[in-house]
């Protein structure tokens, strides 16, 4: 009887786990699943259809979007109302990539951290090569 429970109690502990998070497009009815111990990510939305309640519409994993080594993932939305994708994190290496719905599949670009492993992060650009940030106006010089 105690094999069995502890044999239970192991069964869940690999169960997956899933985080959803809604894609931060104001106009898009998409919602981000990642499996936050592979790092799967695959997605669904709302789709019309004639003469009924409509259709559940999904993606599934494409590149990059897959099984990654195991460890501990989430999806964060960006603020961003005309961003349809999200960012897949890596909550213990602080590595991040982009997924977003590319014709029938969700797809990722490779994991890339800061100042850490992964794809390089370009430099910042110099001063007098982009427009200047204008600070809020406060009232104060």
């Not at 069995?4 to 069964?11: D, P, R, V």
């Not at 990510?41 to 195991?70: D, H, I």
């Not at 014709?103 to 430099?123: I, K, L, M, R």
């Amino acid at each position: 009887m105690l094999g069995l429970a502890l044999a239970a109690a192991g069964g869940r502990a690999r169960a997956a786990t899933y985080e959803f998070v809604p894609a931060p497009q104001a106009d898009l009815n998409r919602v981000y699943r990642v499996d936050t111990v592979t790092g799967e990510v695959t997605s669904c939305q709302y789709g019309l259809q004639e003469n009924t309640v409509g259709t559940t519409l999904c993606f599934g994993p494409g590149e990059g979007a897959g099984p990654q080594p195991p460890s501990q993932y989430g999806l964060v939305a960006t603020r961003h109302l005309r961003e349809a994708g999200v960012f897949r994190v890596n909550h213990r290496t602080g590595a991040m990539s982009i997924c977003y719905v590319l014709e029938d599949a969700v797809v990722c670009t490779p994991q890339a951290s800061a100042g850490g492993a992964g794809a390089p992060v370009p430099a910042p650009t110099t001063r007098g090569t982009g427009p200047t940030p204008q600070a809020p106006a406060t009232g104060r010089p």
